[in-house]
């Protein structure tokens, strides 16, 4: 969001659906089959789950409709098909009514690995198979609640909340860590990284020192915090978040564990 994108979202037809090229549906063929390998033994038994309900298709992009019935039938949520990138009050917006955005367009073969904008990938093979967990569900739903009457920078510290759960966040199992964050679970580097590397560190999330954390999204995370079950997004979702977000603001932000962005 914000920026420019060098992406442009496809439009449905009438009837909402996307005719993708053979070309897209390959890249999402080939990104789907390189991360089924990565995740197992990794991704949270939730996401495991999940997966196994949406049964997506592994040849093509899946229609929306086609995941709009998984979750339909399970936590109510659905995907609502956007532009490449949408303003915070949209965003919050959609949240707040259980639509979680998709922007429909696949990233090219040149930004295969990784890019800053959320495709489809993310969105869908990322974060849908969670978002038919009841906590995380019900976790992003309150976020947007809260996001859409925040003010502009409220929203950057509840940001902060957000990424540090539903795009990086780890749960500590009695199995090991394992991943339930959707911008670990599209990428396959950090698929590796956030579970089997030494370099970053991982404490448990206490959700006053996550809005305190500075991130980039850039780079792989020099911080991952963990919880012990979705569950525990339940209790998360019913804590006094945003008296939580004014005491980060009072206190203000952790020094960032990476060097600034522009640095040599
Ligand atoms: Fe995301």
Known sequence: MGKQSQYVSRQPDEHGIIDWSDEENAVWRDLVARQLKHIPGKACDEYMAGLELLDMPLDRIPQLHEINAVLEATTGWQVAQVPALIPFDKFFELLANKQFPVATFIRTREEFDYLQEPDIFHEIFGHCP??????????????????????????????????????FGLLQTKDGLRIYGGGILSSPGETEYAIHSDKPERKPLVPLDALRTPYRIDIMQPIYYTIESTDKLFEIADLDIMALVHEAMELGLFEPKFPPKNAA
Request: proline share 5%; charged share 15%.
């Open 130 to 167: 969670l978002l038919t967990n009841p906590a995380f569900a019900h976790f992003t739903h309150q976020y947007g609640k809260l996001g859409l009457n925040a003010t502009p920078k409220e929203r950057v510290y509840l940001a902060r909340l957000y990424w540090f759960t539903v795009e």
